[in-house]
């Protein structure tokens, strides 16, 4: 239908709103969020668990806990850790989506109903011929 | 629901992770399938976004919180096998970069969180829309019931891990039940932020939502055949 495809927004508007949300939460938002801690580790603490909890491998990066090391203010801190953690994660994962993509152009089922009408529209071509 | 470093044994962590390489070797060929120029981009919006509302703990009774985990978002966003990628993406950065769930423990969490609650949300999605009308209107409650089943099935996949391989021993029917009631509780937010996530796009460009595909093709035939009526 023409008029879904006129007045429809472009995917790289949905895309860049999409990514602007996302920084948005990780950068501001965080700040904000909970610290009680998560339903694991609280159930963890009940039941004795978190003695068997060894240190993180990571537990010395510059980011470990979402936390930027030197960075004193405690909203840039975590800011800077969300927006960082969220660029990072955009390009692998796109860039992951971008190398796996097939590249014809239209999905599978389309593209099979593509095949389909082209055989039929070459049936129905040697029929009349 | 990150696991630390140390709450698996290591036969159980390793297996684990033997299970999350096999699921993710098969999410790139099924991936292929889902992906194309023009959905690609959402994948890694998906992405993003799932890593980002992670870091958004919210409370869910007396001091205790849970955040979203994303997996049956991702998947009725992208397709099942793009979002065992997606999450096993934001669990590995976490991993690595946050210290925010262990590297040891990074094939658990993949599992856990990523193919668990993609292959429950996605499943029960599916049969979901088998019942319900094949409208747009469907695809956003049928997704928030697929997301508040996948959070307790991705907690009480953990116990059942923990039972095989816990590193110290606990009764298993409390931790079952404790673990089962708070992450229902968080089940609850997460189909909140689900079906706020999928309604928003479904709501401008519903071809860019996955499990959109089977309305909007049959939508597509019931044009083909008023068009072929009028000529």
Not at chain 2, 29 to 52: H, I, N, Q, S
Request: aromatic share 4%.
């Amino acid at each position: 239908m023409t008029e879904q495809t006129d007045r429809r927004l472009p995917t790289r508007v949905v895309v860049l709103v999409g990514i602007a949300v996302a920084l948005l939460l990780a950068g501001v938002v965080s700040f904000y969020a909970s610290g009680s801690p998560d339903g694991l580790e609280r159930v963890a603490e009940e039941h004795g668990l978190t003695a068997a909890q060894k240190e993180h491998a990571a537990a010395d990066g510059p980011m470990a806990d979402y936390q930027t090391r030197g960075v004193d203010d405690e909203r840039i801190s975590v800011g800077l850790a969300g927006i960082v953690g969220s660029l990072l994660v955009l390009v692998v994962a796109g860039g992951l989506a971008y190398v796996v993509r097939r590249r014809d152009g239209g999905a599978s089922e389309s593209a099979e109903s593509a095949e389909q009408a082209e055989q039929s529209k070459a049936l129905t071509a040697s029929d009349e011929s | 629901m990150h696991v630390p470093d140390g709450f698996l044994d290591a036969p159980t962590s390793v297996a684990t992770g033997v299970v999350a390489a096999a699921g993710i070797g098969l999410a790139l060929r099924g991936a292929r399938r889902e992906l194309d120029e023009r959905t690609a981009p959402m994948a890694g919006l998906a992405a993003t976004f799932v890593f980002a509302a992670q870091m958004l703990n919210f409370p869910v009774g007396a001091g205790t919180s849970g955040h979203l985990i994303g997996g049956a978002l991702v998947a009725v966003l992208v397709g099942p096998a793009t979002a065992v990628l997606c999450m096993a993406v934001v669990f590995l950065v976490q991993a690595l970069l946050f210290a925010d769930g262990g590297v040891t423990a990074l094939g658990t969490n993949i599992l856990v969180m990523g193919l668990v609650t993609v292959l429950v949300g996605w499943g029960v999605f599916r049969l979901l829309q088998l019942v319900l009308p094949r409208k747009l209107g469907s695809v956003a409650p049928a997704a928030a019931v697929a997301a508040v089943l996948s959070v307790p099935a991705s907690a009480l996949s953990f116990v059942a891990l923990y039972a095989v391989g816990g590193a110290v021993s606990i009764p298993l029917g409390e931790f079952a039940l404790a673990m089962g009631g708070v992450h229902v509780l968080i089940g609850l937010g997460e189909a909140a932020i689900t079906a706020l996530v999928v309604g928003s796009v479904l709501a401008v460009r519903p071809d860019l939502v996955y499990g959109a595909r089977r309305v909007l093709d049959r939508r597509k035939l019931e044009i083909r055949d008023v068009e072929e009526v009028r000529s």
